[in-house]
């Protein structure tokens, strides 16, 4: 089974950027597709990215298309999520998910493991 620590969450003014980093542990990880999800105070958690098992397929929310990449990098165990052109209503804990197959779009509606959160603040 797959671990999951995100990190690289802050404050950060609107239009600004920021990177997430998930780092995983666990053998399945270089299989799985994965995820990054998010939730605001008061709202569910919602979908932002996803990618397949070797990074050449991705799926993203239509609230961050152009502005979010999600990456990952094998060797390492990770997977990121750049983050430009920050708004206000991006504001949320970000969680990084793994997926129930190698592909990028069975993340979204089927995440498995998740990390504890990483708290991303934008303001205005």
């Known amino acids: 089974q797959v671990q999951l620590v995100e990190s690289g969450g802050g404050l950060v003014q609107a239009g600004g950027s920021l990177r997430l980093s998930c780092a995983a542990s666990?053998?399945?990880?270089?299989?799985?597709?994965m995820g990054w999800f998010r939730q605001a105070p008061g709202k569910e958690r919602e979908f932002v990215a996803s990618?397949?098992?070797?990074?050449?397929?991705?799926d993203y929310a239509d609230s961050v298309k152009g502005r979010f990449t999600i990456s990952r990098d094998n060797a390492k165990n990770a997977v990121y999520l750049r983050m430009n052109s920050l708004k206000p209503e991006d504001t949320a804990v970000y969680y990084c998910?793994?997926?129930?197959?190698?592909?990028?779009?069975?993340?979204?509606?089927?995440?498995?493991?998740w990390g504890p959160g990483t708290q991303v603040t934008v303001s205005s």
């Open positions: 998910a793994v997926g129930p197959s190698p592909a990028s779009a069975h993340v979204r509606t089927a995440p498995g493991s």
């Open positions: 666990g053998s399945t990880f270089s299989r799985s597709g």
């Open positions: 990618i397949n098992w070797s990074g050449s397929s991705t």
